[in-house]
């Protein structure tokens, strides 16, 4: 830094750089890199070897505002975006941050609302059909918000809000719930319930999910608890003692969006390689086989179905058999699906269940 620059704490991990009279953005940014360069620079602590990492987020005045408490709120939000992004890096503040984040906020207060009145929050329930033979094994619970204003908001785009929050802990023994009550009325299929990491690594989860499962009467053997590879990555062993909680109450557990996170199928597509290699300590247990039921999601095409039935998927989820559907919707179709029906009737009733969810529900 410049002797004329100030440098401050404004408390915990957090600090603040003032710079007056800078040329403009190379100057800015070459301070960052600097920052960052150094930072990542590996020392060694009581023997040990530790890495830091730093997040900043910029406002440049006057484009962003002259105003001193202005920018510092400005600087934090672009300093949250940075975080978001991955960490280690540098973003500026832009006014569509500022709509982000106001839009965010408002839709916190939202949500608030909706689970404390129970109004516009709703669990709709998309099948998960066999490869083979018996049609609709099990259903997954998927939450929806119809907004007062905004219309029908993505799970996508407010769950993370939740998470955020702290909302996501109310708003999951709900879809608890409702998954629970459901479930008692299809006792032949699984019912599979998402979990957030938030809501595994909250302290005394699997008690209390155990005691919900219980108020509500539901058949914890009959419930699939859905957690991402991100649940297993933080805290592991922590993690750990939860799922193994939870299993030894009967419920069970399945790896949801499998590939795209770290393990990751996603790198094949990303750098075009043309091969893969399983790892032994893959292939020794599946000579003994995993015992591990695979489904293949958002199967959409005939094709794709065919495909993936070739490749050994044991169950399938998607358009191609139904989205996901309100709880009351056409009940007796379902029950017909689901009623041990000679495979043919099966057959062709999952081909009405295909058809896209309209108002005739
Ligand atoms: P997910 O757990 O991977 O759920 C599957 C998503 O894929 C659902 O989106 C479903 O509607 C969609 N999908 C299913 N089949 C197809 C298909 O053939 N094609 C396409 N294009 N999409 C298909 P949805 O309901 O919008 O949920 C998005 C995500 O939000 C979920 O992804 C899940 O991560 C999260 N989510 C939903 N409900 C809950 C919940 O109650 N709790 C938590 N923690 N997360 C939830
Ligand atoms: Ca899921
Ligand atoms: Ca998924």
Redo the contacts with the bound molecule.
Sequence with gaps: MRASDTFARLGGDQFAIVQVGIAGEPDVEALCARILETVRRPFNLLGHEVFLGASIGIALAPEAGDERADLLRKADIALYRAKGEGRNCYRYFTPSLDETVQLRSRLEEDLRTALADGEGLQ??Y?PEVASAGQPVIGL?????WQHPTRGLI???QF?PIAEETGL?MP??EW?LRQACIVSRRWPELLMA????PV?VRSSGFAERVIEIVRECGADPRRIEF?I?EGTLLDNGEFTGKVLQSLREAGFRIAL??FGTGYSSLNYLRQFEIDKIKIDRSFVQPLGRALGLTVTA????TEEQKRLIAAMGASEM????FS??VPEDWDAGLLSRLNARAKPNEARSALTTLALPMGSGS
């Design positions: 669990v709709f998309q997954e619970a998927l939450v929806r993505s799970p996508e769950i996501i708003l999951g879809v319930v998402n979990l957030s809501q859905e991402t949801d969006d999601e958002g199967v959409e989820q998607g358009f191609l989205q996901a």
